[in-house]
């Protein structure tokens, strides 16, 4: 499913975000403070969007785009030639423990097949205190722009998505936001797996969350 909207994908996030994706993309790398050498595993990497920035905004790191989908890796190569790509799902890293000093995850941690599996993954790659970038959608907060928010991700969305990629994932997106833990569980849960959550922010009325972590000295709780 993932690979057949691929080709469309940078273009739909462009255009169904009004372009916005891309701020909170850079404003979730900002926060990874990295250093110069530092290693980082942009995970569900899709196209490498994450990457592309992580590289920008930090060209002394280097990074290694993970996903299970081979379209998208190698669109993801195409865009940052020098990003190092393995194919593999979040629930089996293939990587020594404490690999990476930092670790994102871009709208990705709702698609695992096995939440828990994958979390304890990060954990274990992560080297103590290694820093991790969250980007998730959550059900809007209560307001007057709820419906328009439920509207747009359970209607319309669907539709747009639907008819420009010719695929049903688009209308899988809404079903995954409404089985995906709200901000406050989520971030109970990734304390369970020794990532405790040291700030995390909101846009377009708590539809899209960001959440800083950081990989305790202990590892899993
Ligand atoms: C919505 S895309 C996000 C891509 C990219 N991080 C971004 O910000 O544009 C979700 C990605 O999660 C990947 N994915 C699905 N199941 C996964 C799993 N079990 N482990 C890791 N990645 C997974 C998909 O292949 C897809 O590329």
Redesign the pocket.
């Known amino acids: 499913m993932?690979d057949g909207i691929a080709r469309r994908?940078d273009f739909l996030?462009r255009l169904l975000t009004l372009g916005m994706d891309r701020r909170w993309?850079r404003y979730a790398v900002d926060r990874l403070a990295l250093e110069p050498g530092d290693r980082v595993l942009?995970?569900?990497?899709?196209?490498g969007?994450?990457a592309a920035e992580v590289l920008r905004r930090w060209p002394g790191s280097s990074v290694v785009g993970?996903?299970?989908?081979a379209e998208?890796l190698r669109l993801a190569k195409v865009k940052v030639p020098t990003l190092e790509t393995i194919r593999c799902?979040?629930?089996k890293l293939p990587f020594p423990d404490a690999s990476f000093a930092a670790l994102t995850?871009?709208?990705?941690l709702r698609?695992?097949?096995d939440r828990g599996l994958?979390l304890a993954e990060i954990g274990r790659v992560l080297r103590p205190g290694g820093r991790l970038a969250v980007?998730e959608f959550a059900q809007p907060h209560r307001g007057p722009l709820q419906r328009f928010y439920r509207w747009y991700l359970g209607s319309a969305l669907p539709v747009i998505g639907g008819l420009l990629s010719r695929s049903a994932a688009y209308r899988y997106l809404p079903e995954s936001i409404d089985a995906f833990p709200v901000p406050d569980d989520l971030v109970a849960e990734m304390g369970r797996y020794g990532l405790a959550v040291t700030e995390r922010r909101s846009w377009l009325g708590g539809t899209v969350w960001y959440y800083r972590g950081l990989r305790s000295q202990a590892g899993q709780d």
């Open positions: 993932v994908y996030n993309r942009d995970l569900a990497c899709g196209t969007d994450v993970a996903d299970p989908a998208m799902s979040a629930e995850v871009a709208f990705g698609n695992f097949a994958g980007l």
